[in-house]
T-cell receptor, first 113, second 110 residues
Framework: DAGITQSPRHKVTETGTPVTLRCHQT?????MYWYRQDPGHGLRLIHY???????DKGEVSDGYSVSRSKTEDFLLTLESATSSQTSVYFC????????????FGEGSRLTVL | GESVGLHLPTLSVQEGDNSIINCAYS??????FIWYKQESGKGPQFIID?????DKRQGQRVTVLLNKTVKHLSLQIAATQPGDSAVYFC?????????FGKGTSLLVTP
């Protein structure tokens, strides 16, 4: 299995609180991604990174920010969580941009009450 | 907008039969396609991929077919087993990332 660790794996929080999800990789891959998965919507891209300090928005980036200060870590932050952000969040990594396999983490289940 | 979609949300097959999962895409500029399998409570796992310069690619018990004329992708699973029960996603490349379809749930019955 690809060396991807997501933390926390489960979190329950209240509306309006900040939340940070962490993705850590040991593969030294350049590209890292955050997706959210919701019933009826499949996997939707939130943000991605194509290098240290190089990030860009995906299709559902509103309400989320990211940071990548080291190759191995990609953080997803919800500045003020809302109930609509209740979801399962997946981190993925790739060495080849959009023409290669994505390796996914095990997911982080976030519940916003 | 451009999107990747699936023809059927659920598919039930008997153990030992062949399964076919279909996917339509609308971005004619896409040149890379990939299938993932997701078991309950886990992250998606790579099954097989195909580039647009190919029509067919085979793996172990799986075959992906690409029809660029009608923008259609299919995943064939031979001799379906109970362990094949999962949600299957197709995806196409878009910018720096992959754009995923909504998924098809495959249920294998004894």
């Amino acid at each position: 299995d690809a060396g991807i660790t997501q933390s926390p794996r489960h979190k329950v929080t209240e509306t309006g609180t900040p939340v940070t999800l962490r993705c850590h990789q040991t593969e030294n891959h350049r590209y890292m991604y955050w997706y959210r998965q919701d019933p009826g919507h499949g996997l939707r891209l939130i943000h991605y990174s194509y290098g240290v300090k190089d990030t860009d928005k995906g299709e559902v980036s509103d309400g989320y920010s990211v940071s990548r200060s080291k190759t191995e870590d990609f953080l997803l932050t919800l500045e003020s969580a809302t109930s609509s952000q209740t979801s399962v969040y997946f981190c993925a990594i790739s060495g080849y941009s959009n023409t290669g396999e994505l390796f996914f983490g095990e997911g982080s289940r976030l519940t916003v009450l | 907008g451009e999107s990747v979609g699936l023809h059927l949300p659920t598919l039930s097959v008997q153990e030992g039969d062949n399964s076919i999962i279909n996917c339509a895409y609308s971005n004619s500029a896409s040149d890379y396609f990939i299938w993932y399998k997701q078991e309950s409570g886990k992250g998606p796992q790579f099954i097989i991929d195909i580039r647009s310069n190919m029509d067919k690619r085979q793996g172990q018990r799986v075959t992906v077919l690409l029809n660029k004329t009608v923008k259609h992708l299919s995943l064939q699973i031979a001799a379906t087993q109970p362990g094949d029960s999962a949600v299957y996603f197709c995806a196409e490349n878009s910018g720096y990332a992959l754009n995923f379809g909504k998924g098809t749930s495959l249920l294998v019955t004894p």
